[in-house]
């Protein structure tokens, strides 16, 4: 009699094998892409920080010139990023005369206000993950380090 199927030599993976893998991957994958959302968020908050530097030198330097800092209307005008896209930076007054102009878009509206001889203040506010709370850094002219405003960084 002859064999049609030789079952001991049979290579392959059965069912329940692939389906052990495919939870495998789904658990792992519910692990990491929260993780991952949450990293490139905190990633976009680094650029708040690095504008409200680069707007502290530009107002050291616009001082030295005019012996008084400046006030800047808030550019771009929207607090939130519509559905998480960058907004387009439009110097709607002030921003040009100190020398700053991030390139590009960005994903904070930014505001300086209550400048005088002495002192100034640069808030950074934006809502990055849509949930309603806006998150908020402030620097100013006393102090170099950048401060969150809010609970929440985005």
Known sequence: MRKIFNLKNKKGFT???LMIVVAIIGILSAIA???FISFRLKAKTSEAKSN???IR???ETYKTETESYRDCVASPRATTAVDQDKLAWTDNGGY???GFDPKGSVWYSYVVSGSSATAFTATATGDLD???TVASFT???TGGAVTASS???Y
């Open 15 to 17: 069912l329940i094998e």
């Open 130 to 132: 849509g949930d309603g």
């Open 139 to 141: 620097i100013n002219a």
């Open 96 to 98: 040009d005369e100190i």
């Open 57 to 59: 030198s530009c107002q």
């Open 52 to 54: 409200l530097g680069a």
């Open 33 to 35: 892409i929260p993780n």
């Open 151 to 153: 609970t929440t960084e």
